[in-house]
């Protein structure tokens, strides 16, 4: 019998670390080898030593404390929290370690999520300029980032097709006309609804929107599982990678 893969994860006991640490349970491929929490945090130097694969599904405040360890013992590292930002300290750590390790950077593992980006980087690239650009997007009630990761990934791919002087507006427009060359972004969070993003290209003629709507939270979970898959079968080399690359939609690294 083939040996499993020993993956770790950070914030196990988040919504989506409860949902990964089970879908690892049940694969054929995958153990669970090391399980973190605010409980064991300190902790998490042991869980590097002991896995193959670390994936973090934490928050921002313990990014910095995941990367260093990360540098004591390098492995290969998906990171999927989201709402923290790349600077400082956080940009040299990052720049330090994809020189020794693949890192995956995911804000939404989501398959269906990751093509509508795709298709929004490709759309933004074919329209005129013209078009106004909205990004709409709705989590529970207790998401703690506004707007989402997935939603500034979606206005940051679209605004890599257009160019940098095109803006990405959050909060929202108040009074007056838009302003020409904004990506507009609006935010709701209602209930316990898991996420939908909508992305809309409106002219004075037309709309086409492209949306995907997240039914089950075990949908990201099966997309880290996906990235495991990824960096078992392929062994990419040290590296920044996004799930881009995982899917072979990356058209830069061809």
Sequence with gaps: MQKKIKIGVVGITGRMGM????????????????????????????AFQES???????????????????????????????????????????????????VIVCSNTSIGANLQMYLVKKMAKILP???????????????????????????????AALGPEVMIGHPPMTHGPRPAGRIEMNSQRSGQLPGDHEVTFTSDLEQISVRHIAYNRELFAAGAIRICDWITNVSPLPGRYSMFDVLGLNEDSK
């Design 19 to 46: 949902l990964l640490g089970d879908g690892i349970k049940k694969s054929n491929r995958y153990e669970l080898s090391a399980a973190i929490s605010r409980e064991n945090f300190s902790e998490l130097d042991r």
């Design 52 to 102: 193959n694969i670390m994936i973090d599904f934490s928050s921002p405040l313990i990014l910095e404390n995941v990367l260093r360890s990360s540098l004591k013992c390098p492995r290969p590292l998906v990171i999927c929290t989201t709402g923290w930002q790349e600077t400082g300290e956080i940009q040299d750590l990052l720049s330090q370690l994809k020189k020794m390790i693949p």
């Design 129 to 159: 300029t013209t078009f106004d650009v909205d990004i709409l997007e709705k989590h529970h009630r207790n998401k703690v980032d506004i707007p989402s990761g997935t939603a500034m990934q979606l206005a940051k791919e679209v605004q």
